[in-house]
Each structure stands twice: as structure tokens, then as C-alpha cells.
């Protein structure tokens, strides 16, 4: 079946530091991927999603393209700020399917 | 902006006892879903409705979980009895159809 594997946290970067959280997948046909956010004592919010090959996301900052030849979604954003501190979720729709599949999330702490 | 509503924010039980979890979703959100977060994975997908119509309940564990959207707006899950490894976040999200879904704050359940 269809699943995600998410680079493992925690993740603690200073303010202003490039960040890479990687993302990979595996799912029959063409799935949308999608990247969730979820601030303490928050639920998920959508950051940023692609539908098709080489498609690139974007929100506040950050991006991550639908690469289906390595079969990755890695976020990535080029200057972290302590309010990004957060638990991001990759996560992927499968083809035809409307149910979302997450990874295991990554924990993300920008210190000051 | 829209939200959707879930009730109550935290519950602590003891096992055995039932617990029931609340979700308004987004009006006019034909789609509903129920999500189960046990703490440091990702959310799982409990049931999904279209109107009042169950569309997947296969990780649903029927001998003590139920769901039910009766005129196809808001949702009621229901855990009789609770045990301890029922202790999760309980999400809910509601989507107008296509591959964006939106979540509500959670409910946090511990079970004594």
C-alpha cells in the first residue's frame, strides 16, 4: 500500500539557517503530496501541496518539488525563523483516492 | 475564515468507561473525516464520510468504535469501552471535495 517516510527528528536549527526536511514515498499511479504543519496545541494546516511531476509548492517561505523520478517531496526553506518551530507531516493522496497517508512528522525547533 | 469545531478540546477517562468526540466541519463541506494521532506518529484515518454515507471504515476497530453523520453535517465518534492504548489525539477535517483537507484543533484523550 501507499506510504511516506519522513527524515527523523527532532530538528534544532538556528534563526536564520537553511533548512531541508526530507520526504520520500511510495504509492501505485500519480499521488499528491502534500506538506501539514502543526503548531503546539494546534491542528494540521496545509503549508503547501503538488499534483503532478516536477510541480513546485510554495507558502510562507518554504517549497518542496514533486519529484517523481526519486520518487520525494523534500521541504526546504532558506532562512528559518523561531516562529516555524513546529511538527511538519509529509504526507501523500493516492491516485483516485481522497484518504491521506502521513509520515511520521518531524519536530522542528529555530533557536534564537 | 471557516473553521471546523471539534468538542471537547481534552477528555480524561477511566477504562472501560464511553467517551464520545464532537466535529462541525466547514460549512458545506460535503466530506468529513476522522483521523486518530497516537503521540509521535502521523494521523491515521479512523472513517471517512461523503454526506451521511460511510465511504471507509476499514481501520475502524467496530467491536468498540462507532461513527455517525445522521443529516450528513456534523459528527459524533464514540469509543465503548475506552482502553488505556485508545490515549491519542482524535482530528477531525472536512474537505468540498478534491485533495485539500482542513483539520480541526483535535481532541486530546487520555485514558486512565
Known amino acids: 500500500g501507499d506510504s511516506v517516510t519522513q527524515m527523523e527528528g527532532p530538528v534544532t536549527l538556528s534563526e536564520e539557517a537553511f533548512l531541508t526536511i526530507n520526504c520520500t514515498y511510495t504509492a501505485t499511479g500519480y499521488p499528491s503530496l502534500f506538506w501539514y504543519v502543526q503548531y503546539p496545541g494546534e491542528g494540521l494546516q496545509l503549508l503547501l501541496k503538488?499534483?503532478?511531476?516536477?510541480d513546485k509548492g510554495s507558502n510562507k517561505g518554504f517549497e518542496a518539488t514533486y519529484r517523481k523520478e526519486t520518487t520525494s517531496f523534500h521541504l526546504e526553506k532558506g532562512s528559518v525563523q523561531v516562529s516555524d518551530s513546529a511538527v511538519y507531516f509529509c504526507?501523500?493522496?493516492?491516485?483516485?483516492?481522497?484518504?491521506?497517508?502521513f509520515g511520521t512528522g518531524t519536530r522542528l525547533t529555530i533557536i534564537p | 475564515e471557516a473553521e471546523v469545531a471539534q468538542s471537547p478540546r481534552y477528555k480524561i477517562t477511566e477504562k472501560s468507561q464511553a467517551v464520545a468526540f464532537w466535529c462541525d466541519p466547514i460549512s458545506g463541506h460535503a466530506t468529513l473525516y476522522w483521523y486518530r494521532q497516537i503521540l509521535g506518529q502521523g494521523p491515521e484515518l479512523l472513517v471517512q464520510?461523503?454526506?451521511?454515507?460511510?465511504?471507509?471504515d476499514s481501520q475502524l476497530p467496530k467491536d468498540r468504535f462507532s461513527a455517525e453523520r445522521l443529516k450528513g453535517v456534523d459528527s459524533t465518534l464514540k469509543i465503548q469501552p475506552a482502553e488505556l492504548g485508545d490515549s491519542a489525539m482524535y482530528l477531525c477535517?472536512?474537505?468540498?471535495?478534491?485533495?485539500?483537507?482542513?483539520f480541526g484543533p483535535g481532541t486530546r484523550l487520555t485514558v486512565l
Open positions: 464520510f461523503q454526506d451521511e454515507s460511510v465511504v471507509d
Open positions: 503538488a499534483t503532478k511531476a516536477d
Open positions: 477535517a472536512s474537505s468540498p471535495g478534491g485533495d485539500t483537507q482542513y
Open positions: 504526507a501523500l493522496t493516492g491516485f483516485g483516492n481522497e484518504k491521506l497517508t
